[in-house]
């Protein structure tokens, strides 16, 4: 038998044992294969894999979500939204945009720690400027609302950032409030991100109440249509805070009516083994894996201090259903995931969503929603138990004097 005869005797065989591993689930093969290529594109540097990911998605090579979701789980320049909602996210978020285009910080910008599903980066809110993302949105926005367009479903959330330039932050906000507000599903005040020098000086209790409040006044006053409501407003924080900045933060959120934050940004700390890691000195964010911790220790703390008032979008090192889950569990009402896409690709989206409904199930919640918290919960039942414990041998104690 001729050498070709026998390659492809293995190649038709290794083709059927593919099919047959998937023949009850073919949709998945789709998610599989768009994701084969991630060793290859990752050969490039960071930055330019992003690209052509960007560009993978434009073309139409993402696979597209059409098996439903578990009951369970019902609940940068705007460019690839469309294929992003179709692999089954049930938000994307763009941006952040910045009122003017700005090319963001010199190249190289961005380095992943692949052995430690890390990423660093200081882009610098490289962005075309809200007048090329207006284009996009309002073009998305005519296809989300045209009969039979097959447009996934999925809400848009708009990142607002500030120009690295600018001296007054809260007018370049206010400008991306009013240009892009009418074409988002909600609003995120971005003051968070350590790559714009001054930024995250908003953060600071008097400057956010400035700020909050004209962003606020700027989205209210807008012409709002018979049937139109503002967007939430929403504000994004870093990771790296104090137990005070925590408190003012909260304390400003409750006060000004904000409609909800999300935690968190990259952190400026290296821990171990980032810090010992050649990479580790870049300048900049770091996000992915070593991140989880701390966003996920904030994320508690913020859900503690607004006392679950205010709905919060958990971020911050996710690449499982279980990543997920505690982040539901310390007060998330959704979860952003970014780095672990980078690397795993599309089939990363059916697989948490898989994994967490299962994790759902296993203890006993019907929904997300009745499952946001429930760490919290469950230490204020450990802690009334406790009390309630000591309660009873002190009065044990005195009966028997």
């Given amino acids: 038998m001729s050498l070709l005869r026998r390659s492809g005797y293995v190649v038709a065989g290794a083709a059927v ?43 139409g090579l993402f696979p597209r979500e059409t098996r439903p979701d578990p009951p369970s789980l019902h609940t940068t320049d705007a460019e690839v939204v469309e294929p992003l909602l179709g692999l089954g996210f049930g938000f994307v978020e763009v941006g952040s945009i910045t009122p003017q285009p700005q090319p963001g910080n010199p190249k190289p910008r961005a380095f992943r720690i692949i052995e430690q599903g890390a990423v660093i980066n200081r882009y610098g809110f490289n962005s075309k400027g809200v007048d090329a993302a207006a284009l996009r949105l309002a073009e998305l926005r005519r296809r989300r609302d045209e009969p039979g367009s097959g447009f996934p479903g999925g809400l848009v959330g708009v990142n607002l950032g500030k120009n690295k330039t600018s001296e007054d932050a809260a007018a370049d906000y206010c400008q991306g409030v009013m240009k892009l507000g009418r074409e988002a599903d909600y609003l995120v005040i971005n003051i968070s991100s350590p790559n714009t020098p001054g930024l995250r000086a908003l953060q600071g209790r008097k400057e956010l109440e400035t700020l909050v409040k004209s962003v606020k006044q700027t989205r209210d006053g807008m012409a709002w249509g018979k049937g139109e409501t503002p967007p939430p407003l929403l504000v994004k924080i870093a990771p790296d805070l104090t137990d005070v900045d925590m408190a003012d933060i909260a304390a400003v959120a409750l006060h000004q009516g904000v409609d909800g934050l999300i935690v968190s940004n990259t952190t400026i700390t290296r821990p171990e083994p980032i810090a010992a890691h050649p990479l580790g000195k870049e300048a900049g964010g770091l996000s992915g894996r070593p991140l989880f911790e701390l966003s996920t220790g904030v994320l508690a703390d913020m859900y503690r201090l607004t006392g679950g008032k205010l709905p919060i979008i958990g971020v911050g090192g996710v690449s499982s259903g279980a990543d997920a889950y505690a982040k539901i569990r310390a007060g998330a009402s959704l979860v952003e995931l970014y780095s672990a896409f980078a690397f795993e690709g599309p089939k990363l989206v059916p697989r948490i969503k898989r994994e967490l409904a299962a994790l759902l199930q296993r203890d006993g919640f019907n929904s997300v929603a009745e499952a946001v918290g429930a760490d919290h919960r469950q230490q204020q039942q450990q802690q009334q138990g406790k009390a309630s414990s000591s309660s009873s041998r002190r009065a044990g104690a005195v009966s028997k004097r």
């Fill in 17 to 59: 044992g593919t099919l047959m591993t998937y023949r009850r689930d073919l949709k998945q093969l789709h998610f599989d294969l768009a994701s084969a290529t991630g060793p290859l594109v990752r050969l490039l540097d960071a930055e330019t894999s992003h690209n052509v990911g960007l560009l993978a998605a434009r073309w």
